[in-house]
């Protein structure tokens, strides 16, 4: 998500030589696709000369990295972490700064589609256009009060993968009814794409569309009967739940 967003800014406003990273996969900082982005020999060499600091670790990691920058950090610092689950208060433990925000974008943003969700210490506010400014670079972007960050982690943060398991249960299904595996995924793709087009530019709620697409005994109907028998809803929202419920035990961890 790191290299993502270093990729989005520089594409939208950012210059290169701008921008100041670090990674400990020395693999991965050399393999950065962004031509004239400094890398750092450090945390600590990063927060020594950035002013905006970007938190782009795993929750796992993220009290080593504060332990390793929060001698370094002042009240000048704006810093933004997307570790999941890590809240507010955790990073004001260690950070000697007001600025604070916690951001959970999404896969997507890979593709300059994605959605993050801000949240930020109480006094921050005019800081929030800074922060959003950076995550429009590869999405849009929402304000949350913090205690619904584990909810957006679940929905949001983890929703691309539940999609994308969708996704291939649609392409198999087709291929088990004859179709090849290409013509299949084509097939899927589009269908996906075209309802999610269908969703945002006619305003209209799922269901209003769904009882467009399903005529009584028709086809649809039978697949739907099929979905309800077997608490598809149900079970979605089950997975969301878990997501955001395991966000919320990665800081106690």
């Known amino acids: ?3 993502t967003l270093v990729a989005g800014l520089v594409s939208s406003y950012v210059r290169p030589s701008a921008l100041i990273v ?4 020395p693999i991965k900082l050399k393999n950065l696709k962004v031509a004239g982005v400094k890398r750092a020999p450090s945390n600590a060499a990063v927060v020594k000369r950035a002013k905006i600091i970007l938190l782009a670790v795993k929750p796992q990691v993220i009290g080593s990295v504060l332990e390793e920058i929060s001698p370094l950090v002042n009240g000048s610092h704006l810093v933004i972490s997307i570790a999941a689950g890590i809240t507010l ?11 604070i925000f916690r951001v959970m974008p999404n896969h997507p943003s890979l593709a300059k589609q994605g959605i993050a969700a801000l949240a930020g210490l109480p ?4 800081y929030a ?9 590869v999405g849009e972007v929402v304000e949350v009060p913090e205690q619904l960050m584990d909810a957006v982690t679940g929905l949001s943060g983890s929703g691309p993968a539940f999609v994308y398991f969708f996704v291939e249960s649609l392409i198999e299904a087709g291929m088990d009814l004859g179709l090849s595996h290409a013509v299949s ?8 794409a075209g309802s999610i087009t269908m969703l945002k530019h006619t305003g209209q709620d799922p269901k209003q569309l769904i009882d467009a697409v399903a005529s ?8 739907l009967k099929v979905l309800a028998e077997k608490e598809f809803k149900k079970i979605t929202k089950l997975a969301v739940v878990a997501a955001a419920q395991r966000s919320k035990a990665l800081c106690k961890q």
């Open 89 to 99: 208060a955790y990073l004001k433990s260690y950070l000697a700064t007001p600025k």
């Open 216 to 223: 009584p005994g028709g086809t649809t109907l039978a697949g």
């Open 1 to 3: 998500m790191g290299g």
């Open 129 to 137: 256009g800074a922060v959003k400014k950076i995550f429009a670079a």
């Open 22 to 25: 670090f990674d400990t996969d």
């Open 185 to 192: 995924r084509k097939l899927v793709l589009q269908t996906i």
């Open 123 to 126: 006094g921050t506010r005019k």
